[in-house]
């Protein structure tokens, strides 16, 4: 093995730069309302259906947004208002059951972008990143939804955004 004179074998690399985090904020997991930051309750006076989550500033819901939050198992653990009128649910009856009871992939061929199941996974184990796919009712064909998926919190879920 011959050795090389005159360049060193390790060399400094350079710190990676960091981005300073986004603000975390509450919003209610029923109407996506943003209770002020003082609020001692942990259900939401606006509407009085939800417990307030928390999520990045940048991807949190706002009123009026369609959105689930689902566990580390992929079983749906709140709906929002709007997301009952768009899924033509509610939310006593999908709470507990399996993400498939109203999401499925839209592109079941395409092995390309992020899966539902593995963006979910994810997302509820805390992962801070922002994953997309394309989604549809389980109930409708001919319907595609963007989901934008990301983690939420506390409990530790997983929040997806229907766009």
Do not use: Y
Not at 51 to 67: C, M, N, T, Y
Not at 126 to 136: A, C, N, Q, W, Y
Not at 139 to 158: D, E, H, K, V, Y
Request: proline share 7%; with cysteine.
């Amino acid at each position: 093995m011959a050795f090389t004179r005159g360049r060193p074998a390790l060399h400094l690399v350079t710190p990676l730069e960091h981005e300073a985090p986004a603000p975390v904020i509450s919003f209610c997991g029923h109407c996506g309302a943003h209770p002020p930051a003082a609020a001692p309750s942990r259900v939401c006076a606006d509407c009085g259906l939800g417990l307030i989550l928390e999520s990045r500033a940048d991807v949190a819901p706002k009123v009026g947004d369609a959105f689930l939050i689902l566990d580390r198992t992929l079983a749906v653990c709140a709906v929002s208002e709007a997301a009952e009128r768009l899924l033509a649910t509610t939310e006593p009856d999908v709470v507990n059951q399996h993400v498939t009871a109203l999401l499925m992939p839209a592109n079941a061929e395409e092995k390309t972008g992020t899966s539902l199941s593995t963006a979910v996974a994810w997302a509820a184990r805390g992962d801070s990143g922002t994953r997309t796919t394309v989604v549809r009712p389980a109930n409708t064909f001919g319907i595609r939804l963007t989901a934008r998926i990301t983690s939420c919190g506390a409990p530790q879920a997983a929040l997806v955004v229907l766009e």
